[in-house]
Nanobody, 119 residues
Framework: QVQLVESGGGLVQAGGSLRLSCAAS?????MGWFRQAPGKAREFVTA???????KYVDAVKGRFTISRDNAKNTVYLQMNSLKPEDTAVYYC????????????????WGQGTQVTVSS
């Protein structure tokens, strides 16, 4: 079993920045983030492996940066130039295999943290 604890959500103005953190109870190969806005499907945002390989959805490229501290089993999401369309519940997700973009393939999930971007 793996516990994922998220923090860092909040309310920001468009153009602002926010950093999310997700701490895992053990080392996991791939850790990342999905988001879900009201009435929308859960969407892959980004993920990173223990070796530093990353993947981003096109909508956040150049604005969001994922990183991790393997010693702390923690992944971070630096979110810059935030837009109202980034508003969603952000979920930390992880799996012991490689990065994929389909939510059901992830085994471990955080409880979600709300990110709201006002215009």
């Amino acid at each position: 079993q793996v516990q994922l604890v998220e923090s860092g959500g909040g309310l920001v103005q468009a153009g602002g920045s926010l950093r999310l953190s997700c701490a895992a109870s053990r080392r996991i190969y791939a850790m990342g983030w999905f988001r879900q806005a009201p009435g929308k499907a859960r969407e892959f945002v980004t993920a990173i492996t223990t070796g530093g390989s990353t993947k981003y959805v096109d909508a956040v490229k150049g604005r969001f940066t994922i990183s991790r501290d393997n010693a702390k089993n923690t992944v971070y999401l630096q979110m810059n130039s935030l837009k109202p369309e980034d508003t969603a519940v952000y979920y930390c997700a992880s799996r012991d295999l490689g990065i994929v973009t389909t939510a059901p393939l992830y085994d471990y999930w955080g409880q979600g943290t709300q990110v709201t971007v006002s215009s």
